[in-house]
């Protein structure tokens, strides 16, 4: 139902900040949850950040709480991720992803933090971050 590309990634060095985006197809992007994910080297794809579909709501993982943040402009059907104070253990591909939720009261509030969660991905972008 949307096709999600991402875009921002490159090579940066440590204390650099970079601001993602991801871009969705269609006219409902308003009823979906967005989420980012990341996955780095022989490790498993892990949470990064989420945002309801009206921005009441978002969650960050530990990792990233106080450097990054998730933002959204429905107008634009684009979602968000702002990286700041960036170290090398961030390196990693970093996807975005929603969940169709609604457009009703309470699913202003939904957000999801589990990649199975989400049924549309993008294709990633890299970021690659020097020491």
């Known amino acids: 139902q949307v096709q999600l590309v991402e875009s921002g990634g490159g090579l940066v060095q440590a204390g650099d900040s970079l601001r993602l985006s991801c871009a969705a197809s269609g006219r409902t992007f308003s009823t979906y949850a967005m989420g980012w994910f990341r996955q780095a080297p022989g490790k498993e794809r892990e949470f ?26 429905n107008a634009k059907n684009t979602a968000y991720l702002q990286l700041n104070s960036l170290k090398p253990e961030d390196t990693a ?16 509030s939904y957000y999801y933090t589990v990649g199975d969660d989400y049924d549309h991905w993008g294709q990633g972008t890299l970021v690659t971050v020097s020491s």
Do not use: L, W
């Open 48 to 73: 990064v950040a989420a945002i309801s579909r009206n921005s009441f709501s978002t969650a960050y993982a530990n990792s990233v709480k106080g450097r990054f943040t998730i933002s959204r402009d």
């Open 93 to 108: 591909v970093y996807y975005c992803a929603a969940e169709f939720v609604g457009s009703t009261s309470n699913s202003g």
